[in-house]
Structures are given as C-alpha cells and as structure tokens.
C-alpha cells in the first residue's frame, strides 16, 4: 500500500493510491494468468495420456478371433453326425462339440501345443486324457493351418469317408489333479475327476465297452473313440 498526499486548498489530505493502476485491474490480473497456467497443465496431461494410450495399443499384439468350422456327414445307418469344432489357431487348440442323436454334446478337446486329447462325455463328471499320437496331429492339420475364415463348414460325403475305431483303456489308477493341467483343460474338465487312457487292441470279450465318441474331420477320416475300462 502506497500512501499519497494530496493538497486541498490550505491542508493536505491522505488518500491511498495504487501507482496509476486502477484496483480493478490488479484484481483480475492474477485470476486470468491462473486459468492460462491451469489450462496449459490440462492440455499437457492429455497430451501425456494419449501418447501413453496409442503406444500401448499398439504395443499389443492384435488376438485372432477363434473360427467355427462345422462338419456335417451321414454315418453307415443314415444319420446325420452333427458336429462343430471351435479352432483356435492362436493357442493351437481344437475343439468339438459331438452331437449324438439323441441331441446329447460331448466335447473333445485337441491341445497340440502340449499333445494332449481330452475327452469330456455328456452327462459325466469325468475327463479322459489321451496322448497325441502322428495320425492325431495330421487330422487336425488341415483344422489350424489350411483353414481361412471363408470355410466354414464341410459336407463329408459317406462313400468316399474313411471310417476307423479306437479304443482306449481307462487307466483306473492314474487319476490325474486338474490343478496339474493347462489352463483349457482345467476349464473343460472344473468339478470332474481326469484319468488317463491308453490306446489298446479292443477290450476283449471279457470287458464291455463303456462308450463310444465318433469325430468326423475334413480330411473325409471318421474317427469312432471307444473307451472301457482296464482290468485293476
């Protein structure tokens, strides 16, 4: 504060003054230099935000998206076989859906990056592995890496389908902890006990068949999974 003097005829007077500025204008000079300095700061942090969001993108690899493949053919009696497979070429999984005729889903689950088959029946709280074998990896060859996305479902024609059975002894004593497995297994197989199979001869006439999961793949292969269990 500045005190002036200012003469009134025969006596001086005290008023204050403020150096020729009006107080008006100092007021508002502090408020209008705070809204640029808050501005600047704003836009400095966006700036800031969307560098950070742009390099983050596309630092990220872009996920392909899985491709359902359907496979329609007639088994030896006339009846449809209904079946989808979900490929997922990222993770180098495959997994069909097997649809009985009596509308009931089991689910057969290719891993190849680990070489491993998973059988998950309908209505059974109970997971089969199996390991991959050559003919395995070749009939899901054409699932993962001859396939685009414009190919999406194959008719299989009956007379020129190969047809083959399998059987696989259920290894009663080599229950297997789902903890242990991949994470697709462990969400195929939640709440379910997993025992491992081996591939055998047949069952003999002293062993009933447990039951039985017929797969169809675009290289006209049918495949029949039949499962029992080994003698303790």
Same mark, same amino acid.
């Not at 200012?6 to 502090?30: I, V, Y």
């Not at 899985?66 to 997994?95: C, E, F, K, M």
């Not at 003919?135 to 083959?164: A, I, M």
């Not at 229950?175 to 047949?202: D, F, I």
């Given at each position: 504060?500045?005190?002036?003097w200012?003469?009134?005829?025969?006596?001086?007077?005290?008023?204050?003054?403020?150096?020729?500025?009006?107080?008006?204008?100092?007021?508002?000079?502090?408020?209008?230099?705070?809204?640029?300095?808050?501005?600047s700061?704003?836009?400095?942090?966006?700036?800031?935000?969307?560098?950070?969001?742009?390099?983050?993108?596309?630092?990220?690899?872009?996920?392909?998206p899985?491709?359902?493949?359907?496979?329609?053919?007639?088994?030896?009696?006339?009846?449809?076989?209904?079946?989808?497979a979900?490929?997922?070429?990222?993770?180098?999984?495959?997994?069909?859906?097997?649809?009985?005729?009596?509308?009931?889903?089991?689910?057969?689950?290719? !891993?190849?990056? #680990?070489? =491993?088959?998973?059988?998950?029946p309908?209505? @059974?709280?109970?997971?089969? *592995?199996?390991?991959? $074998?050559?003919?395995?990896? !070749?009939?899901? #060859?054409? =699932?993962?890496?001859?396939q685009?996305?414009? @190919?999406?479902?194959?008719? *299989?024609s009956?007379? $020129?389908?190969?047809?083959?059975?399998?059987?696989?002894?259920?290894?009663?004593?080599?229950?297997?902890?789902?903890?242990?497995?991949?994470?697709?297994?462990?969400?195929?197989?939640?709440?379910?006990?997993?025992?491992?199979?081996?591939?055998?001869?047949?069952?003999g006439?002293?062993?009933?068949?447990?039951?039985?999961?017929?797969i169809?793949?675009?290289?006209?292969?049918?495949?029949?999974?039949?499962?029992?269990?080994l003698?303790?």
């Amino acid at each position: 504060m500045v005190t002036c003097w200012k003469r009134s005829e025969n006596r001086l007077e005290e008023t204050q003054c403020t150096d020729g500025a009006p107080p008006a204008a100092l007021q508002s000079h502090f408020p209008h230099k705070a809204f640029w300095v808050s501005l600047s700061a704003s836009l400095l942090l966006l700036v800031i935000t969307l560098g950070l969001t742009g390099h983050l993108g596309l630092s990220q690899p872009h996920s392909q998206p899985s491709q359902i493949v359907r496979v329609s053919v007639q088994d030896q009696t006339g009846v449809v076989i209904n079946q989808s497979a979900v490929v997922d070429q990222q993770n180098d999984l495959v997994t069909f859906s097997v649809t009985s005729p009596a509308n009931q889903t089991s689910t057969v689950l290719f !891993d190849v990056k #680990h070489g =491993l088959i998973c059988y998950k029946p309908v209505d @059974q709280d109970t997971c089969f *592995l199996q390991k991959m $074998e050559e003919s395995d990896y !070749d009939n899901v #060859h054409s =699932l993962l890496h001859e396939q685009t996305h414009q @190919q999406s479902h194959f008719q *299989l024609s009956g007379n $020129e389908t190969q047809r083959q059975t399998e059987f696989l002894g259920v290894l009663a004593a080599s229950q297997v902890e789902v903890s242990t497995l991949e994470e697709p297994l462990q969400a195929l197989c939640h709440n379910s006990s997993v025992h491992w199979t081996r591939r055998a001869n047949g069952p003999g006439k002293q062993r009933l068949v447990y039951f039985c999961i017929d797969i169809c793949f675009p290289s006209n292969i049918c495949v029949s999974v039949c499962f029992y269990y080994l003698p303790e």
